[in-house]
């Protein structure tokens, strides 16, 4: 601490970003500021609230990068998060995808639902922050303008042809203007048109009534209905069309809560809530917040933002180049007003909830740590071996953070090197692998292993680390009872007992780390043994290669479906008559068995 507090007198008192780095190096939160040495020095002096106290205990160094202005700090900022993740700024981003209508840029265009927004020529509406509405409006559309609904162009006509939804290209000439009109109908509709096309559906429903076509006139009725119901049903509107996203929050006990009210042609459709810790002033937060939200266009720019009062308009319009405006009185204004009422309300609502979570998680880590007398274990990666007597040996490998799955660092293995059911050979095989690995690329290591099992595994594992690559990381072992339940923590060589009570949320976390790598590990054996037993009948087939057997695993999946399969539906996936023939005689032989 006292090599950073004189680190902290070189850093200049100019804006920039500056990063905070753990004892593996890792960057674990990065910041902007407008004076780089009061915002570091604010780190380390002073008191702070527990989830801040929790950030500092992992700084053991810091990078600054000095910048020409706040807005270059800014846009420096969120790339910083781009390239890094880290830990303690993951929170500030909102994970939430909407559902976008899109029509495709094809000869026949498709209208279709999606959570991406592409550079590929199609047109795009959204988002629609409720899914079921984004739904319920394709619905509609679907029933208005026949446009192709086959992804792939069939050879005969489908039911949405015979009930309307659909011209048919794949059978009857569509002409491209057909085609533009229809589009063109469906934009103007998504564009705030809707009321244009009741009026005339309306027009159309009264004639057919006069001419008594009664089923026709009730058609035209129940869209007419259908129409006020999904795009009329709006809970507050301005007398504008303009399309903007209306912003605010609260800041209460060192948390965070932004609310975004979704304006669309003047009518608010949604909200959106976000709940975070926040570790700097609250206004910096929420400016990082703001470019987090439409990064990568995950929410897509509107025409205009609003912003709460203390927030620079001027700002976020060079840094999102999207107009920002700061109403000041009348309607919107209240609108700015009623965003920050929800945000206080949904953080009231959420601390109860927050309070609960954090016991079943980084409290739990703190307390399993200092049960162990170890750090803190922020990352814990745990291991299980999967095997029947030795056949198919695989292992697999979870990865908890702050006491939550991180499921994109899962990890599956094929043992490779072991012959037979041994699990101290097949767990030095998969810990070399994994920590060899993460060596040569420089990856964050863990705070804590985990291995099912007892002595042995730890006494394996640990050989492993100290012996042939150097590694201090503790290794602890989960010991199941007679009822195959987690009963005993060991920890070390000669391994001893932990006492852990077993109704601690550490304990609960335990076992929650060792149900969730049991888990990964047997289905991953099942679907390797289901593989192999699937293959071993094709390798006794000539005319079967490794390309028709991914066919016909691709196509069947297991071996109970492909013993269902006839001669024909096995000829269906590419395989010649004759070897479709020899394969079905090897299933009835193996049946007969």
């Not at 009061?38 to 700084?59: A, C, M, P, W």
């Not at 679907?142 to 011209?167: F, N, S």
């Amino acid at each position: 601490m006292e090599e950073l507090k004189e680190k902290i007198q070189l850093v200049p008192a100019q804006p920039g970003c500056y990063l905070m780095k753990n004892k593996h190096g890792t960057v674990i939160y990065t910041g902007k500021a407008k004076l780089l040495r009061n915002r570091v020095r604010s780190y380390f002096t002073g008191s702070h609230d527990k989830k801040t106290q929790r950030l500092v205990s992992e700084i053991v160094d810091f990078e600054y990068i000095v910048t020409s202005s706040n807005l270059e700090a800014l846009l420096l900022e969120q790339n910083l998060i781009k390239k890094y993740e880290p830990r303690y700024n993951v929170l500030l981003k909102d994970d939430k995808t909407y559902p976008f209508l899109k029509i495709t840029k094809e000869e026949h265009p498709r209208l279709i639902s999606t959570r991406k927004v592409k550079k590929d020529g199609a047109k795009y509406f959204g988002p629609y922050p409720n899914a079921q509405a984004a739904n319920e409006t394709k619905k509609l559309l679907d029933r208005l303008y026949p446009l192709r609904k086959c992804r792939t162009l069939p050879d005969r006509v489908c039911l949405y042809y015979h009930i309307g939804q659909c011209l048919a290209p794949c059978e009857f000439p569509v002409s491209k203007e057909t085609n533009e009109e229809l589009v063109s109908e469906i934009a103007k509709f998504l564009n705030g048109g809707h009321k244009e096309v009741k009026k005339n559906l309306t027009e159309k429903m009264f004639k057919a009534s006069d001419d008594l076509n009664f089923e026709r006139a009730k058609e035209l009725r129940d869209q007419v209905a259908h129409i006020e119901a999904v795009m009329e049903k709006q809970k507050m509107t301005l007398t504008d069309q303009v399309n903007r996203d209306v912003f605010s929050y609260f800041v209460d006990k060192g948390w965070m809560c932004v609310q975004v009210f979704f304006v669309r042609q003047g009518k608010v459709i949604e909200r959106d809530v976000s709940l975070f810790p926040t570790y700097k002033d609250p206004e910096d937060d929420f400016y990082t917040f703001l470019g987090q939200f439409y990064l990568e266009e995950q929410h897509k720019k509107p025409s205009e933002i609003f912003l709460p009062e203390g927030i620079d308009p001027e700002l976020v319009s060079q840094f999102l180049e999207v107009k920002a405006v700061q109403p000041k009185r009348g309607q919107k204004k209240e609108l700015i007003k009623l965003a920050t009422k929800n945000a206080e309300l949904a953080l009231k609502e959420k601390f109860d909830l927050i309070e609960r979570n954090e016991q079943k998680t980084i409290h739990a880590i703190e307390r399993l740590g200092q049960a162990m007398n170890i750090d803190t274990p922020y990352r814990i990666e745990a291991f299980d071996n999967s095997n029947i007597q030795g056949v198919d040996p695989v292992s697999a490998m979870v990865s908890f953070v702050d006491g939550k799955p991180d499921k994109n660092n899962y990890r599956k293995y094929k043992i490779k090197t072991v012959y037979g059911p041994d699990d101290y050979e097949s767990m030095r095989e998969v810990v070399r692998r994994r920590y060899l690995r993460l060596l040569k690329e420089e990856l964050p290591l863990p705070d804590l292993i985990v291995i099912d099992g007892g002595k042995g595994q730890i006494s394996a594992t640990q050989s492993v680390l100290e012996d042939e690559l150097n590694l201090t990381i503790p290794v602890c072992g989960l010991v199941k009872d007679e009822k195959h339940k987690t009963s005993q923590l060991m920890k070390g060589d000669p391994a001893q007992v932990i006492g852990l009570s077993k109704t601690s949320q550490e304990f609960y976390l335990l076992q929650r780390i060792q149900d969730e790598v049991h888990r990964f590990a047997i289905t991953f054996h099942r679907n390797v043994r289901k593989k192999t037993m699937f293959t071993s009948i094709l390798d006794k087939v000539d005319g079967i290669g490794e390309k028709r057997k991914r066919l016909l695993l691709k196509e069947f999946g297991s071996l109970k479906r492909l013993k269902e399969a006839s001669v024909e539906e096995i000829q269906r996936v590419g395989v010649p008559q004759s070897v479709a023939e020899s394969l079905r005689s090897i299933i009835d032989e193996e049946e007969k068995k």
